[in-house]
């Protein structure tokens, strides 16, 4: 199929052989309730992704050095940014890295953040406030939002439920997209991308997207086929500058989220808005990829 926009992935975990080895056995999970096909399960290398990524018209993709709970605990793994920043230098044109963050790593972690960015060329941040189980409003997180301000960089941030990982270690839903208020009211420099569509409240995240200018929302995790109404009324109408393309691969397959996206017959502008527009303008790219000095 032949894509007359190149879209932009804001939201690709880093999936080779040697990533999936740090991470704690997960094969159930991404196997099972994510349905991640045989194929890719078990690693993909980066060759074999940008393969992939061709085939569905997606030019470059954001990859995050994840860091999925506090290490202290058996089901929590980082990824490390070295991990990301090579696959960024060996494929600068294709890919860019985002710094997860860890709170309980306190100052420390806020320096390897600005170090990730200044040293390594990372774009921005992201955090799963389930796996710590601090919502997004938590005292925690904002020595790390001010440093995001600092940089001028976005952060984001899952919201919506969280899944049963690990059933020996069960976490609770804490990133309710109302809690993005406060942050919003607090940092109105800091660019905030509610990821995963905020489902089952993605009506309180578009709410959250409206009332607020430097919140965004993010497309990633949820198939196009089952997003809401409500979700694509705002991305086709008065919030077509306010969302950001994702998949969160491996949990959606590149070619197969993007066909979905051309059946639900978006108008031209903000499908192209959606696609690719508003990821560089939110952080601050331009067309061929290069970070924009800040005015």
């Known amino acids: 199929m032949t894509h007359d926009i190149l879209a932009i992935d804001a939201v690709v975990n880093l999936w080779t052989t040697e990533a999936h080895a740090i991470r704690p056995q997960r094969d159930a999970f991404f196997g099972g309730k994510m349905k991640v096909k045989d194929n890719t399960l078990h690693g993909v290398s980066l060759d074999e992704k940008l393969r992939r990524m061709d085939a569905a018209g997606i030019e470059r993709a954001f990859l995050i050095a ?48 600005e170090q990730a960015v200044r040293e390594h060329g990372f774009i921005g941040a992201h955090f799963y406030p389930h796996w710590f189980e601090l919502a997004p409003d938590h005292a925690r997180w904002y020595p790390f939002y001010a440093k995001c301000v600092e940089l001028d960089i976005p952060v984001q941030l899952q919201v919506g439920q969280s899944m049963i990982y690990d059933p020996a270690h069960r976490l609770r839903s804490v990133g309710r997209p109302i809690t993005l208020d406060a942050v919003a009211c607090d940092f109105p420099e800091l660019k905030l991308i509610g990821i995963h569509v ?98």
């Open 66 to 113: 994840t860091k999925v709970g506090p290490l202290m605990h058996k089901a929590s793994y980082h990824i490390p940014y070295a991990m990301v920043a090579d696959a960024v230098n060996r494929y600068p044109d294709r890919f860019y890295g985002l710094a997860g963050l860890d709170p309980t790593e306190g100052m420390d972690g806020v320096r390897q953040l």
């Open 198 to 295: 905020g489902i089952p409240w993605t009506e309180e995240m578009i709410a959250m997207a409206w009332k607020h200018p430097n919140v965004y929302i993010g497309t990633d995790a949820h198939a196009p086929a089952y997003w809401p109404p409500a979700f694509l009324q705002y991305i086709n109408t008065f919030g077509q500058d306010k969302v950001i393309f994702g998949t969160d691969f491996p949990v959606l397959d590149f070619e197969k989220t993007r066909q979905q996206i051309e059946a639900l017959q978006l108008r031209p502008i903000p499908k192209r808005k959606m696609l690719r527009d508003n990821v560089l303008r939110v952080y601050g790219l331009d067309e061929r990829g290069n970070k924009v000095a800040r005015q």
